[in-house]
């Protein structure tokens, strides 16, 4: 069967989709345009394609007939396909859950603490050649230990912010989730959005789609204290990003600490100026490990597939 990888993966797993499939390694680190989008669907079996790749209903609008039988998701976040329009066309989805869980995690407590403390200002300035010294009232932060926390989605990764928010720095835990959560791993309350939006830590670990999108708005903002941070680690639309600067201009809240964006790669040129909030190049999931082990679950899947057995995480 003929496969398709649309962006360089580590060796091993190209290594391993080698040794079962006649492979493609498209070498661009871009998205799929829309031609090769089309051309995907037409020439190959099977698809594994990751974020960007926009199988969306107009193109399986026009290829009605696809040679393609499944995309194998690089990721576990899946909003850039279309899985209704794609299991109308024939074909079946998987992604990679569990994989991704502890390092994106490990990436919202990096950015909880970078925006509490001001890292990424402080460090700005000392490469700038700016600091004078230490002095007793100089670039003051949010000491995060005994706070609360509200985690927005309480699944696998809100679960693992979680445990590392209470254990780590003895952090209360409130949380929001659109249906109820019997068991969040730690002492925590499920609570509104609203109430979620109070805490002192905000932190987005919601799916990405048409649910969600905009789900931090002008009106869920005004919820936020003075003295809070923002931080997203789930799909940059979830935050409408010109509220979120209006916001942070206005005082609203303190900070925001993103790893996502509205419009990635593109960013929103407020939110740039701003010297508080952190920026990160959406480093999630960016550890060797890691990714070799989406893609070995992505194989994984593949592979199931082929063989006719069930798809091991199917959409």
Known sequence: MKLLITRPLPETVVDAARARFDVTLRKHTMPLTGDELRAALRDFDLILPTLGDRFQADVFADVPAPRARMLANFGVGYNHIDVTAARAAGLVVSNTPGAVTDAT???ALTLILMTARRAGEGERMV???LWEGWHPTQMLGMNVSGKRIGIIGMGRIGKAIAKRAQAGFGMEVVFYNRSPVAEAGVPARQV???EAMAADVVVLAVPGGKDT???INAGTLSQML???I????SRGDVVD???LAAALVAGQLAGAGLDVYEFEPQIN???LALENVTLLPHLGTAALDVRSNMGMMAVDNLIAFADGRALPNPV
């Open 105 to 107: 995690a490990d990436i």
């Open 127 to 129: 490469r700038a050649g």
């Open 192 to 194: 509104s959005l609203s």
């Open 213 to 215: 999108h905009h789900l």
């Open 226 to 228: 003075p003295h809070a």
């Open 230 to 233: 923002l931080v997203n680690i």
């Open 241 to 243: 990003e010109a509220a």
């Open 269 to 271: 040129p407020e939110l």
